[in-house]
């Protein structure tokens, strides 16, 4: 039989890598924790209707890309493609809007594709979220984008564009939609076949098709901006000086469009650089229509998702992860020996120490090889001698002085140990 492999489009997350993430998401957590955004986490799966409505059967996502599966109750389920949906409806079930006031949401996991799997393109891939729902104020707009950047920042991602643009209210498109098939039309035989195919059922999407004899005609096609009726364009005007008295570039993008009609005003993606074809890092944007679109009390919201895979490519390619920093290595060999270590390591994590135990039984040499490897401040050694004593040998990794001390004494010393250890590490940074 032969072995079985991770699916296509799935990677497994390996211990090599998981540094990575977790500086990421403490980052966020740190972040989005001190601008009162909070956590959310709802089910990987939904009925399928909520994606279907939630972001609309004339989209990518919807059209071709979800996870959709009969349960055994003949139910039709799909896995999650993106997180807003799930979010708004939890915020409609549970009567969120009930609170009173402007919610701040948050939320990371897995979402679900079906895509051609490439570099920064996965069917299982990650994303970090915030919805903020409950307000109009352009300043929500340039809150949630400040919290972009600001992670990005921190996490020391360089070359990254904001682009922005607004796709107006619904009056504001019904027009420009009209324009714009005005404008296409005469070009039909030339679009590729997915835009010749929207044409009619969803035109602003053709604004961003990837097919480079679309954008050559997309690129004189009329702007949305021109477009935009007195309230939309005064929105937009905010957002633009809120972003500059926050002091963060932009450059204008009349074609970053999203086609569904409860998407309004504000629309943003944060693209790199460093990252080839798949450069966006985040997307999001104003969806004022959304929750009154899935049956809640009209609602007004902003939001967007990081990509957390493109992130870690581009923090891989910005720096070597960091070792985990080791206290104490426990080597040790002899029956009564191996024991007393066991214990010994414990009582060292219980006091706050980080400590390994060598469990391989092998000769001291090898062990020592390993101590060396892990990276370790001390080392602590056991052989028959030390367990007939209840003494342990304590090496220093960096100046090799060793002293032997009883087990108790060890444990006793606590704070002098804690200090000395971190005097080391300082010295070693
Ligand atoms: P793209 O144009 O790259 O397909 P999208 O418009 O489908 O992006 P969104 O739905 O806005 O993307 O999702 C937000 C972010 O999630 C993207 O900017 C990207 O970083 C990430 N993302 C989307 N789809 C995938 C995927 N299949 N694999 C990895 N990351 C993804
Ligand atoms: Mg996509």
Redesign the pocket.
């Known amino acids: 039989m032969g072995t079985i492999q991770a699916l296509r489009?799935t990677r497994d997350i390996l211990p090599d890598e998981i540094g990575y993430w977790q500086r990421i998401e403490a980052i966020a957590r740190d972040i989005l924790g001190k601008a009162t955004y909070r956590e959310i986490r709802t089910p990987i799966f939904e009925q399928t209707d909520l994606f279907e409505r939630g972001i609309g059967e004339a989209t990518?996502?919807v059209g071709k890309e979800m996870y959709t599966f009969k349960d055994k109750g003949d139910r039709s389920n799909t896995l999650r493609?993106?997180g807003t949906a799930g979010v708004v409806r939890s915020y409609i079930e549970h009567g969120l809007h009930a609170q009173g006031g402007v919610q701040r949401l948050w939320y990371t996991g897995a979402?679900f594709?079906y895509?051609r799997p490439q570099a920064?393109?996965?069917?299982q891939?990650?994303?970090l979220g915030v919805e903020v729902l409950g307000s109009a104020d352009p300043r929500a707009d340039a809150e949630v984008i400040a919290i972009a950047t600001d992670i990005l920042r921190t996490l020391g991602l360089k070359n990254l564009h904001l682009n922005l643009n607004s796709v107006g209210n619904l009056e504001d498109r019904q027009r420009y939609r009209q324009a714009l098939i005005d404008y296409l039309t005469p070009y039909k035989d030339e679009l590729d076949p997915d835009s010749q195919d929207r044409l009619t059922r969803n035109p602003l999407r053709i604004l961003?098709s990837?097919d480079e004899g679309t954008q050559a005609i997309a690129k004189d096609a009329p702007s949305i901006l021109d477009y935009l009726g007195a309230d939309s364009q005064r929105h937009f005007e905010q957002v633009q000086q809120l972003l500059t008295d926050l002091g963060i570039s932009y450059e204008l993008n009349p074609r970053l469009v999203r086609g569904l009609d409860y998407y309004t005003h504000t629309a943003f993606?944060i693209i790199s650089d460093d990252l080839g074809a798949?450069a966006?890092?985040?997307?999001?944007g104003r969806y004022d229509g959304l929750v009154a679109q899935l049956g809640g009390v009209d609602t007004p919201a902003v939001g967007?998702?990081?990509?957390?895979?493109?992130l870690v490519l581009l923090l891989q390619q910005l720096q070597a992860q960091t070792l985990p920093v080791l206290d104490f290595y426990v080597v040790s060999r002899g029956t009564n020996a191996e024991s007393q270590a066991l214990v010994l390591a414990n009582k060292l994590r219980n006091v706050g120490f980080s400590a390994e135990l060598d469990l391989s039984g092998s000769a001291f040499k090898k062990q020592f090889a390993r101590a060396d490897k892990s990276g370790t401040v001390a080392c602590l050694i056991l052989g028959d001698e030390e367990a007939e004593n209840n003494t342990v040998k304590l090496k220093w990794m960096v100046s090799k002085e060793q002293n032997a001390i009883a087990q108790a004494d060890l444990l006793a010393k606590v704070d002098e140990l804690r200090d000395q250890i971190a005097a080391l590490r300082t010295e070693t940074t």
């Not at 967007?304 to 493109?310: D, F, S, V």
């Open positions: 489009g990518d996502v493609p993106e979402m594709r895509e920064g393109r996965q069917r891939f990650h994303q961003d990837k993606e798949q966006t890092v985040c997307g999001g967007w998702a990081i990509g957390l895979e493109r």
